[in-house]
């Protein structure tokens, strides 16, 4: 008894009337020309990538604090020298802090170090 066989997948899934070309199996696609961008120009005022002088500090105030770094559970497996799985058990024990971020998990770099510092143990 033999399985029917599948056609070949589409060169693409476009519709034929978009108004793009079809795509051609073994024929690069074409990009567009990018211009290097000029400082200032088609940035917004307001706009998180508007850049703006730094205001002075008054003397004595604490520097911003630093942003958050994030490490995927391979990194921090990697990291702590163990399996992806171990990683996994900690942050479902609640014994390592993790943001889900859709559906994989992302651990905070000072929650590794505490985690690490509070493994520590003496030997005698």
Do not use: I
Request: hydrophobic share 40%; glycine share 8%.
């Amino acid at each position: 008894m033999s399985l029917p066989q599948r056609s070949p997948a589409p060169a693409s899934y476009r519709p034929a009337g978009s108004g793009q070309p079809r795509l051609q199996p073994g024929v690069p696609v074409p990009r567009p020309a990018v211009r290097p961008a000029q400082p200032g120009v088609g940035v917004q005022p307001g706009t998180p990538m508007a850049r703006r002088p730094l205001a002075p500090r008054p003397m004595g105030q604490q520097p911003p604090p630093r942003p958050v770094l994030f490490l995927t559970v391979a990194e921090v497996a990697a990291a702590m020298r163990v399996s992806k799985m171990t990683v996994y058990r900690l942050v479902h024990g609640g014994e390592l802090a993790a943001v889900r971020v859709g559906r994989s998990f992302r651990v905070p770099e000072s929650a590794v170090r505490e985690y690490l510092a509070g493994a520590r143990t003496d030997v005698a």
